[in-house]
């Protein structure tokens, strides 16, 4: 499966973006979906993640109540609608998807897309 993000940009704190992850190769119900991010200097971080069916969702204690994934089984397509940005969310943020809910493990990654918020 390919994954490909967009929806990056430069935006003030406070500000929204709404990030997108298109999937293709095979239908990303049949994935677990998963949003990671990684900031200069820093490792690689879990923000949020999605079941094959949408029906599960859980994320980071960072971004709760600020950020939420989302897909579209139509469009193969997962979203991660980022709220009240603050300049700590500034990173590449990448999609990743793993054949199993369970799993640790992610299988498939995209290419990322840099977030950057301005204070």
């Known amino acids: 499966v390919q994954l490909v993000e967009s929806g990056g940009g430069l935006v003030q704190a406070g500000g929204s973006l709404r990030l997108s992850c298109a999937a293709s190769g095979r239908t990303f119900r049949s994935y677990a979906m998963g949003w990671f991010r990684q900031a200069p200097g820093k490792e690689r971080e879990f923000v949020a993640a999605i079941s094959r069916s949408g029906g599960s969702t859980y994320g980071a204690e960072s971004v709760k109540g600020r950020f939420t994934i989302s897909g579209d089984i139509a469009k193969n397509t997962v979203y991660l609608q980022m709220n009240s940005l603050k300049p700590e969310d500034t990173a590449v943020y990448y999609c990743?998807?793993?054949?199993?809910?369970?799993?640790?493990?992610?299988?498939?990654w995209g290419q990322g897309t840099q977030v950057t918020v301005s204070s």
């Open positions: 990743a998807a793993k054949g199993s809910w369970n799993s640790p493990r992610y299988d498939y």
